[in-house]
């Protein structure tokens, strides 16, 4: 049975830091591409940022260029998201996925993904 579980979500004042964690069962991430993703409250899902599957190159949406960072573990077989200086812009659901080919460069697209998570909550108040 496969499970994706992220996690470290919570409620943090704007300037703060957050590290959301992604790891998954029945289910490996080596080789693949995978990707941290958010849905604000009436929006769509958006990329947030991506990391290749060799783990050096990542892709990340203008809006947190400079302010998130994504890493990998493959050993662990868990998928990180350093978050800092959050604005309430920032505020969604959180969730990671796995690309769908294995190892092809992404595009961080929600469609290119699949293995989903049930999210972890950010709220980032004012």
């Known amino acids: 049975q496969v499970q994706v579980v992220e996690s470290g979500g919570g409620l943090v004042q704007a300037g703060g830091s957050l590290r959301l964690s992604c790891t998954a069962s029945?289910?490996?991430?080596?080789?693949?591409?995978m990707g941290w993703f958010r849905q604000g409250p009436g929006k769509e899902r958006e990329g947030v940022a991506c990391?290749?599957?060799?783990?050096?190159?990542?892709e990340y949406a203008d809006s947190v260029k400079g302010r998130f960072n994504i890493s990998r573990d493959d050993a662990k077989n868990t998928v990180y998201l350093q978050m800092n200086s959050l604005v309430p812009e920032d505020t969604g659901m959180y969730y990671c996925?796995?690309?769908?080919?294995?190892?092809?460069?992404?595009?961080?697209?929600?469609?290119?993904?699949?293995?989903w998570g049930q999210g972890t909550q950010v709220t980032v108040s004012s």
């Open positions: 029945g289910v490996s991430f080596e080789d693949y591409g």
């Open positions: 990391i290749v599957w060799y783990g050096v190159s990542a």
């Open positions: 996925a796995r690309l769908n080919t294995r190892r092809t460069i992404m595009n961080c697209e929600p469609r290119y993904f699949g293995y």
